[in-house]
Every structure is written in structure tokens, then in C-alpha cells.
């Protein structure tokens, strides 16, 4: 008979967001792991916001509206949806207390999510963390077709319309690539961060406030036509505005 697992040690959410600010997150083995690890790749994944790679195909989905996309309407369901195993992936770095501190974060207005709906059903999405100008992406999921490349390409434009000036994938992989991610060295990417925050992690630790970018900037009221071309735009979110948002395909 195998010994019990030992209990779970949950994480505290401002530990979790001081290491964020310092370039380190955490991961678990597997699973139903009881604890966690602290990551700095020497390589970082991210992708620049101008130079996502919005496909013809995509575009045209998108377009087309073939999916609707809400924000942070099913956050604990999209975190479930990613941690389960899949016949890709049997197993997953989302443990318990991964999930339980970014419930607790999404509470406090830190953690977000962006959830694509084929009719009643939802086909998948993502979700990650919102520091400063900096967007932690964490995992994304799809149940159909496209549906997590919908999400990404809806969270770029968004985060493109908030301000936000690093989107961190953490992790390089091919499907990232395609979409315009690139790895940078780890100095690097510590200047990057530091930028988006526009405070020290030691700031951040004392309590001071930081630039924020506005992850809801899409869902302001509506104001006066963007010119052609616009960079950013604010007003409802569209398939428009998401296309124009993301510019030129490729």
C-alpha cells in the first residue's frame, strides 16, 4: 500500500507576486504534486505585442466570429480546463495550491482570463497574471478548433489597447513561435520586466504603487472613430477592433 501523500502547503498570494516581479514563478511536478518549485529560465519566451503573427486563417476566423469571447467570466473553470490531462499532455504543472493562489490572485483583481465559446460550450481559452504594463501568460487550453489561438490573438489586443508593453510566455514551444514569440536571455528579460513594472521588486515588496497597464481598456464606452491605422483603439471589444488591433497578417 503506498504512503499518503503528504498535505498540500499552499502558496501566499503576495510571495507569489514578489516573485513574479523578480522574473520567478512557480511550477509543480506534476499534478497532484504537494508543493511547488521556483523557475528562472535562463531563456525566456516572450512575445513582442507588435509583432504577433495574425495568420490569414486566423484572421478570418476571427472575423467571422465563429467563437464568442468573454474576460474573466470563467476564470476557475478556464484554470481547471488547463490543468487537466489531455491525450497531448498527460500530465500538467498545475497543482493544487498553482491553482488555489490564482483564484485567490483573479479575487484581487491580479489574475485574469479570456474564455472562447462555441454556442453554451466552452471550447477553451487562457489565463495568467497582470502586473504593472507586464502580462504573465500561464496556460491556454482548446476543447475545439482554434479556440486558444481566438484567446491569445483577443489578449494581445487587449493588452496592445491597455498599454501593456511585455506579454511573458515564460516558455518558448513551436505553437508560440508560429504566433511570434521569440526567447531572450534571462539580463534581458530582467530589463524588460523591469520596465513594465516601472517600480524595483524591492518597491513592489514596500508597497509601491505601480504603472498599470488597463486590461479593460477594450471595454470602455465608446469614444470617437479611430483613425485608419490606429495603433490602439479604445471602445467595445469587436472583431474589428481585435482585427485592426493586430494589424497586418502574415
Same mark, same amino acid.
Given at each position: 500500500?503506498?504512503?499518503?501523500? *503528504? *498535505? =498540500?502547503?499552499?502558496?501566499?498570494?503576495?510571495?507569489?507576486?514578489? &516573485?513574479?516581479?523578480?522574473?520567478?514563478?512557480?511550477?509543480?511536478?506534476?499534478?497532484?504534486?504537494?508543493?511547488?518549485?521556483?523557475?528562472? =529560465?535562463?531563456?525566456?519566451?516572450?512575445?513582442?505585442?507588435?509583432?504577433?503573427? $495574425?495568420?490569414? #486563417? $486566423?484572421?478570418? /476566423?476571427?472575423? %467571422?466570429?465563429?467563437?464568442?469571447?468573454?474576460?474573466? /467570466?470563467?476564470?476557475?473553470?478556464?484554470?481547471? @480546463?488547463? &490543468?487537466? #490531462?489531455?491525450?497531448?499532455? +498527460?500530465?500538467?504543472?498545475?497543482?493544487?495550491?498553482?491553482?488555489?493562489?490564482?483564484?485567490?490572485?483573479?479575487?484581487?483583481?491580479?489574475?485574469?482570463?479570456?474564455?472562447?465559446?462555441?454556442?453554451?460550450?466552452?471550447?477553451?481559452?487562457?489565463?495568467?497574471?497582470?502586473?504593472?504594463?507586464?502580462?504573465?501568460?500561464?496556460?491556454?487550453?482548446?476543447?475545439?478548433?482554434? &479556440?486558444?489561438?481566438?484567446?491569445?490573438?483577443?489578449?494581445?489586443?487587449?493588452?496592445? %489597447?491597455?498599454?501593456? /508593453?511585455?506579454?511573458?510566455? +515564460?516558455? +518558448?514551444?513551436?505553437?508560440?513561435?508560429? @504566433?511570434?514569440?521569440?526567447?531572450? =536571455?534571462?539580463?534581458?528579460?530582467?530589463?524588460?520586466?523591469? &520596465?513594465?513594472?516601472?517600480?524595483?521588486?524591492?518597491?513592489?515588496?514596500?508597497?509601491? =504603487?505601480?504603472?498599470?497597464?488597463?486590461?479593460?481598456? $477594450?471595454? @470602455?464606452?465608446?469614444?470617437? *472613430?479611430?483613425?485608419?491605422?490606429?495603433? /490602439?483603439?479604445?471602445?467595445?471589444?469587436?472583431?474589428?477592433?481585435?482585427? +485592426?488591433? @493586430?494589424?497586418?497578417? #502574415?
Amino acid at each position: 500500500m503506498s504512503p499518503p501523500l *503528504p *498535505p =498540500p502547503l499552499d502558496l501566499d498570494p503576495d510571495l507569489v507576486l514578489r &516573485a513574479y516581479a523578480m522574473g520567478v514563478f512557480p511550477m509543480a511536478d506534476h499534478r497532484r504534486a504537494a508543493s511547488v518549485y521556483w523557475v528562472e =529560465p535562463k531563456l525566456r519566451g516572450i512575445l513582442p505585442l507588435d509583432r504577433f503573427r $495574425l495568420s490569414r #486563417s $486566423l484572421r478570418k /476566423t476571427i472575423l %467571422a466570429d465563429r467563437f464568442r469571447v468573454t474576460v474573466d /467570466t470563467e476564470f476557475e473553470r478556464i484554470v481547471s @480546463l488547463c &490543468a487537466e #490531462s489531455a491525450s497531448d499532455r +498527460q500530465d500538467t504543472w498545475i497543482n493544487g495550491p498553482i491553482e488555489r493562489v490564482f483564484v485567490a490572485l483573479h479575487r484581487r483583481g491580479f489574475a485574469h482570463s479570456v474564455e472562447c465559446w462555441d454556442g453554451d460550450r466552452l471550447a477553451g481559452g487562457l489565463y495568467g497574471l497582470a502586473l504593472g504594463r507586464a502580462f504573465f501568460g500561464e496556460s491556454m487550453v482548446t476543447r475545439v478548433r482554434d &479556440a486558444s489561438k481566438v484567446a491569445f490573438a483577443h489578449l494581445v489586443a487587449r493588452l496592445k %489597447a491597455g498599454g501593456f /508593453t511585455l506579454l511573458d510566455c +515564460q516558455f +518558448q514551444t513551436e505553437h508560440l513561435a508560429s @504566433l511570434g514569440a521569440v526567447e531572450v =536571455p534571462r539580463d534581458d528579460y530582467v530589463a524588460l520586466l523591469g &520596465a513594465a513594472l516601472g517600480e524595483t521588486s524591492a518597491g513592489l515588496a514596500l508597497g509601491v =504603487p505601480l504603472v498599470d497597464g488597463d486590461f479593460f481598456a $477594450l471595454d @470602455l464606452p465608446p469614444a470617437d *472613430p479611430p483613425a485608419e491605422g490606429a495603433g /490602439t483603439v479604445s471602445g467595445p471589444l469587436s472583431r474589428k477592433v481585435i482585427a +485592426q488591433l @493586430l494589424g497586418q497578417t #502574415s
